[in-house]
């Protein structure tokens, strides 16, 4: 099993620019969950889906950032304009199901940086 | 009410010492508590979890404490070593709300050799 698949690693952009990030959840896992983790906020949960829909997008900080899931192998997390406040390393998860205790399989991380 | 506090934010000890991250809670509807470890450059990793159901579940040399009554709980590392330095993030999640995790802000463990 390959695990969770992120792409690209890492990115660097300047401020304005569109970003794309990419995941690959965990065949048959059910669930995916979009994180950002920074030294000040920590680890933020930003979006998650159960079967490519989304169930709750609260922790999406602004309009700028998107989320989509077009079928149950593939997902995206769109910034656009970016800025550099939004440096940061993005972690994709899945989860098979909502088992009591399923465990989240989480990517390497996207560590973008807005200049 | 949805916070995870986690102390403390950074913790160096010494090989084959006892390593100790203290987390509490507010939402008494958790129901759930894993803890995750991250390795620089990594994701973080499911390390150990328990139920409020139990005072303590041990898996090797880590061991989870748990005190419902005053909301809290506890990783300790029994024997630490150096390749337990790493990121260790205390969680919650409440069955109800379909698998979604708050996180602890994480403590910095170094183990010196």
């Known amino acids: 099993d390959a695990g969770v698949i992120q792409s690209p690693r890492h990115e660097v952009t300047e401020m304005g620019q569109e970003v794309t990030l990419r995941c690959k959840p965990i065949s048959g896992h059910d669930y995916l969950f979009w994180y950002r983790q920074t030294m000040m906020r920590g680890l933020e949960l930003l979006i998650y889906?159960?079967?490519?829909?989304?169930?709750?997008d609260s922790g999406m900080p602004e309009d700028r950032f998107s989320a989509k899931m077009p079928n149950a192998s593939f997902s995206t997390l769109k910034i656009q304009p970016s800025e550099p406040r939004d440096s940061a390393v993005y972690f994709c998860a899945s989860s098979p199901r909502t088992g009591y205790t399923d465990t989240q399989y989480f990517g390497p991380g996207t560590r973008l940086t807005v200049l | 009410q949805q916070q995870v506090k986690q102390s403390p934010q950074s913790l160096i000890v010494q090989k084959g010492g006892i390593s100790i991250i203290n987390c509490a809670y507010e939402?008494?509807?958790?129901?759930?508590f894993p803890w995750y470890q991250q390795f620089p450059g990594k994701g973080p990793a499911l390390l150990i979890a328990i139920r409020p159901d139990v005072s303590e579940k041990k898996e090797g040399r880590f061991t989870i404490s748990f005190n419902k009554s005053a909301k809290q709980f506890s990783l300790h590392i029994m024997d630490s070593q150096p390749g337990d330095s790493a990121t260790y993030f205390c969680?919650?999640?409440?069955?109800?709300?379909?698998?979604?995790?708050?996180f602890g802000s994480g403590t910095r463990l170094s183990i010196r050799p």
């Open positions: 969680a919650a999640r409440r069955w109800s709300s379909a698998s979604k995790i708050i």
């Open positions: 939402n008494t509807a958790f129901d759930y």
């Open positions: 889906f159960n079967n490519n829909v989304p169930i709750d």
